[in-house]
């Protein structure tokens, strides 16, 4: 059973006063309809033009948007909604989506619902995660030349090179000049302070 729900919808233009017929989006799933979500991405998505004056413009339409890879789930309201109509509209995509997904496929973050002003802010949101998304790999990239380790190994040689920063003089073979004689005195007095494991 699809998750995405798009529906015909009989819209007036404010231009021109003409009634004319779009599709508009109000359930989007990312898996499903990868074309609709970089259009919501770019912020084009549910946005309609008038076949007689060529007028264009949002629909001005509810949507909920549903990524099970991310597990997020997103509501924007249609502009101008009452407070009980923007609750009423939610409950219902929110209703449609978890029964188009299989009982034993459900998750707990289904529940947990992010609210946008309207589609653009969607748009935003989702932008904003592939930018946090895209800052974090090039930070794994770096690290795993340095690992020669294989991917099954990567979780705990991961995080070898952090423990190497915090004490390079305990890393002889990466730094074999740095390590200072073992009598020197500050070299104590740096590790007895480090020894001591209190805030003052």
């Given at each position: 059973?699809?998750?995405?729900?798009?529906?015909?919808?009989?819209?007036?233009?404010?231009?021109?006063?003409?009634?004319?017929?779009?599709?508009?989006?109000?359930?989007?799933?990312?898996?499903?309809?990868?074309?609709?979500?970089?259009?919501?991405?770019?912020?084009?998505?549910?946005?309609?033009?008038?076949?007689?004056?060529?007028?264009?413009?949002?629909?001005?339409?509810?949507?909920?948007?549903?990524?099970?890879?991310?597990?997020?789930?997103?509501?924007?309201?249609?502009?101008?909604?009452?407070?009980?109509?923007?609750?009423?509209?939610?409950?219902?995509?929110?209703?449609?989506?978890?029964?188009?997904?299989?009982?034993?496929?459900?998750?707990?973050?289904?529940?947990?619902?992010?609210?946008?002003?309207?589609?653009?802010?969607?748009?935003?949101?989702?932008?904003?995660?592939?930018?946090?998304?895209?800052?974090?790999?090039?930070?794994?990239?770096?690290?795993?030349?340095?690992?020669?380790?294989?991917?099954?190994?990567?979780?705990?040689?991961?995080?070898?090179?952090?423990?190497?920063?915090?004490?390079?003089d305990e890393s002889p073979v990466a730094h074999p000049q740095s390590q200072p004689a073992a009598e020197s005195p500050l070299l104590?007095?740096?590790?007895?302070?480090?020894?001591?494991?209190?805030?003052?």
């Amino acid at each position: 059973m699809p998750i995405s729900y798009s529906e015909q919808s009989q819209l007036t233009c404010p231009n021109c006063g003409a009634d004319f017929e779009a599709t508009i989006w109000l359930l989007l799933d990312a898996g499903e309809e990868p074309q609709a979500t970089e259009e919501l991405r770019a912020g084009r998505l549910n946005t309609v033009t008038c076949p007689h004056c060529g007028n264009s413009g949002p629909a001005g339409a509810p949507l909920l948007f549903h990524d099970a890879a991310t597990r997020q789930v997103i509501f924007a309201a249609a502009p101008g909604s009452a407070e009980h109509e923007l609750r009423e509209q939610a409950r219902e995509l929110h209703s449609l989506l978890v029964g188009s997904i299989p009982e034993e496929q459900r998750r707990a973050y289904l529940a947990d619902v992010q609210i946008a002003q309207d589609v653009e802010g969607i748009a935003h949101l989702l932008r904003k995660h592939a930018r946090r998304f895209a800052d974090r790999r090039p930070e794994t990239a770096d690290r795993r030349p340095e690992t020669g380790n294989s991917s099954s190994q990567s979780a705990v040689s991961s995080s070898q090179p952090a423990k190497q920063e915090a004490k390079p003089d305990e890393s002889p073979v990466a730094h074999p000049q740095s390590q200072p004689a073992a009598e020197s005195p500050l070299l104590e007095a740096v590790q007895a302070l480090l020894a001591v494991d209190s805030p003052a």
